[in-house]
């Protein structure tokens, strides 16, 4: 089983940007389909964006789209997720998770889909 590692959280100001990164263990990031997810304290566990095997294909929550960008760079092994105009209501923690390339087809952003979870990273959107 694939382990995966984010990093990359922290306090930013309302508009302000910031980049996490997730990277996987014992096996290579280019075998499967990557997600980020969120979760803030008594609320599930929510899906904020995906990207493809081969990175061709991405899609993201409408709660963050045209503001984060997830993409990934499989010769360093490593997947992002680029947040910018940061609001308060992004506070969350952020997981990123793994897939199997051919389990999911759809929207593909339910946690119940994806096999390995990262042990999160915090980041807090406040002035």
């Known amino acids: 089983q694939v382990q995966v590692v984010e990093s990359g959280g922290g306090l930013v100001g309302p508009g302000g940007s910031l980049t996490l990164s997730c990277t996987t263990i014992?096996?290579?990031?280019?075998?499967?389909?990557m997600g980020w997810f969120r979760q803030v304290p008594g609320q599930g566990r929510e899906g904020v964006s995906w990207?493809?095997?081969?990175?061709?294909?991405?899609y993201y929550d409408d709660s963050v789209k045209g503001r984060f960008t997830i993409s990934r760079d499989d010769a360093k092994n490593t997947l992002y997720l680029q947040m910018n105009s940061l609001k308060p209501e992004d506070t969350a923690m952020y997981y990123c998770?793994?897939?199997?390339?051919?389990?999911?087809?759809?929207?593909?952003?339910?946690?119940?889909?994806?096999?390995?979870w990262g042990q999160g990273t915090q980041v807090t959107v406040s002035s």
């Open positions: 998770a793994a897939r199997s390339p051919r389990s999911c087809y759809g929207i593909c952003l339910s946690p119940g889909q994806y096999n390995s």
């Open positions: 014992g096996l290579p990031l280019d075998g499967y389909a």
């Open positions: 990207v493809s095997q081969s990175g061709r294909r991405t």
